[in-house]
Nanobody, 126 residues
Framework: QVPLVESGGGLVQPGGSLRLSCAASGSIFSINAMGWYRQTPGKQRELVAAITNGGDTNYADSVKGRFTISRDGAKKTVYLQMNRLKPEDTAAYYC????????????????????WGQGTQVTVSS
């Protein structure tokens, strides 16, 4: 059972907004910093936003100022509010434990890191 379920993707025009949601299992959500990743065909999955248990956020330069990551402890849900979307934001978006480098910050992956949800597709096009 994959304890991550992403939703909220879709087709949006450039300049539009979307809000992604990720329902996470309690054990993952309460222990770790969580992150949103994105992947396009032929490219590696990249971490674009992260949030710690304490609420500290971190973003890739490509989305800084446009995307906002947040978490709801009661609902065990992580959100990604995406504003002023660009065609280059088109990708499959996944949430998971934050792992690897995002800017200068390194997020240590847990020992069992590697299980992914189905992701949600975001397409930005006119």
């Amino acid at each position: 059972q994959v304890p991550l379920v992403e939703s909220g993707g879709g087709l949006v025009q450039p300049g539009g907004s979307l809000r992604l949601s990720c329902a996470a299992s309690g054990s993952i959500f309460s222990i770790n910093a969580m992150g949103w990743y994105r992947q396009t065909p032929g490219k590696q999955r990249e971490l674009v936003a992260a949030i710690t248990n304490g609420g500290d956020t971190n973003y890739a330069d490509s989305v800084k100022g446009r995307f906002t990551i947040s978490r709801d402890g009661a609902k065990k849900t992580v959100y990604l509010q995406m504003n002023r979307l660009k065609p280059e934001d088109t990708a499959a978006y996944y949430c998971n434990v934050a792992a690897g480098y995002l800017g200068r910050t390194y997020y240590q992956p847990p020992r069992d890191f590697g299980s992914w949800g189905q992701g949600t597709q975001v397409t930005v096009s006119s």
